[in-house]
């Protein structure tokens, strides 16, 4: 279960950015306010029941990722409260924070143990994990030559091995090729069925439509909708 | 979930990848850290013993072990000020601590310090030095030296987030705080005027106590080794604090 109360979250947006000490300093010294607020995120509340399957959806800049990143727990919030109850695995993106020089393998090992499983865990899963995410060819490879989809693919291969209640998942289909995204769906309808819940942004509207239980539509930070996957999804498109 | 295992497979698994990148592509690898100490210590040996004289026994003793002392301190502080901003795409998409990154690279330099450590008491036993009861203070200085490097690295790797320029003015601090720290001298050379300030640098207590247990065999008074430790620890729990405070929402601007 996710509950999400009255939640904000605001930026400093400076009109010059200020890099290094002395710039700091000259800044101080003529004491100008040169930056304005910017609320990626404002006052939303919502609940997640365990076992949903929640879509977010809404336009670049809305606030999907950075939502997720509260919820997952990687930035704080400026205001409100995230109630989660049971284990949560983040899985953000593109680009998903690996060590370029360091093989597939190696980098397994790193993530492996940010998710809390040993050197010896990931061995017994590494071939499966590979297999998952089509890339057991290049288990050797450093990863500064995998392309994005693949390296997209195997964090997400990494991440469903521990086994979390709670799935967090940004925009997968965007990355994931047509091979990749039934393999990515059947996972989700797993979850499913062992009642755990996922909440995932796509701007996949037809997947969106097709899998979720319940969608939110975010618009500049706000929810402007949320509820039934075809009314959502319908409200979202005529309004382009 | 997270227990003191996570933490210690997490850090092993870090430190790992940490000691993988720094030697990929290098031909002595390893040997470079090991290299520089002894470098060094060649260095400001000719110059310090055959052109200035020092006129201290067993000088080359003497100073590999503040050598040793003061590269873990300096690689240490250097090597967890980087980690953070060399970390950051990890940082960013991963619930990751940042305590953890900063530990992880320490831990890196510790080893070195270890195995260095090592080659000094072979060359120390080679030399036809002996030890006294007084060495078994060992372990405690190298608790208060990593909790010394703890403390300030929290302390300035905020710093280093915020500033890109502080790279450069811990590089000068730290070549400011090599001479103002009895490495290649006694501290006994320092005028009177100057020892009370002089005496609160922590790494020189560490350096003065380590070589007199170590070298000297004797043990230093109890009221000294207090201060010391009221030092590190009032540096080790401010820094917690300060990086507590900042460390999360500076990872977001970096």
């Given at each position: 279960m996710i509950k999400i109360n009255n939640l904000s979250k605001k930026y400093n947006i400076p009109h010059e950015r200020k890099n290094t000490f002395f710039e700091m300093m000259l800044g101080y010294i003529k004491s100008q306010i040169d930056w304005e607020e910017f609320y990626a995120l404002k006052d939303i509340s919502f609940e997640i029941k365990k076992g949903e399957i929640i879509g977010l959806i809404g336009k670049n800049g809305s606030g999907k990722t950075t939502l997720l990143k509260i919820i997952s727990g990687i930035i704080p919030p400026t205001e409100g409260k995230v109630e989660i109850d049971g284990k949560v695995a983040p899985f953000l993106s593109l680009g998903i924070g690996f060590h370029h020089e360091l093989t597939a393998k190696e980098n397994l090992y790193i993530y492996g143990a940010v998710l809390g499983l040993t050197r010896k865990e990931v061995n017994e899963k590494l071939s499966h994990i590979l297999d998952f995410a089509g890339v057991k060819r290049f288990e050797?490879?450093?990863?500064?030559?995998?392309s994005s989809g693949m390296q997209a693919r195997l964090a997400f291969s990494m991440m469903i091995q521990t086994d979390p209640e709670i799935l967090i998942v940004d925009e997968i289909f965007a990355v994931g090729d047509k091979d990749f995204r039934p393999k990515c769906i059947s996972v989700f309808q797993e979850y499913k069925e062992k009642n755990k819940t996922v909440l995932f942004s796509s701007h996949s509207l037809r997947t969106i439509k097709n899998f979720c239980d319940r969608v939110i539509l975010l618009e500049d930070g706000k929810i402007t909708k949320i509820g039934n996957p075809e009314d959502v999804v319908n409200y979202y498109a005529n309004k382009k | 979930m997270k227990n003191l295992s996570y933490y210690y497979n997490l850090i092993k698994e870090l430190s790992w990848a940490d000691f993988k990148l720094k030697y990929y592509g290098s031909v002595l690898g390893l040997f470079w850290s090991f290299l520089k100490p002894f470098l060094m210590l060649l260095i400001l040996y000719m110059v310090f013993n055959s052109f200035l004289k020092s006129g201290i026994n067993n000088y080359h003793i003497f100073l590999l072990l503040g050598i040793t002392i003061w590269n873990f301190f300096a690689d240490g502080t250097k090597a967890s000020l980087m980690s953070i901003t060399s970390k950051k795409s990890i940082l960013q998409k991963i619930n990751l601590s940042p305590f953890i990154v900063v530990i992880s690279t320490i831990i890196h330099s510790f080893w070195t310090f270890i195995i260095t450590l090592i080659i000094f008491f072979i060359l120390f036993f080679y030399f036809g030095l002996s030890l006294s009861i007084?060495?078994?203070?060992l372990p405690v200085f190298i608790i208060l030296l990593v909790l010394l490097i703890l403390g300030t690295s929290f302390l300035v790797a905020p710093l280093h987030m915020k500033f890109k320029d502080f790279e450069h003015i811990w590089d000068v601090f730290l070549q400011m705080l090599f001479w103002a720290t009895p490495i290649v001298y006694q501290y006994t050379a320092v005028p009177d005027k100057y020892s009370d300030i002089y005496l609160l640098n922590p790494v020189t207590r560490l350096i003065v106590d380590a070589r007199n247990s170590i070298i000297y065999g004797f043990v230093p008074e109890v009221k000294q080794l207090l201060i010391t430790t009221v030092i590190i620890l009032s540096i080790f729990i401010i820094g917690l604090l300060v990086f507590k405070k900042y460390s999360r929402k500076l990872v977001e601007e970096l």
């Open positions: 050797d490879t450093k990863l500064k030559h995998y | 007084s060495v078994l203070l």
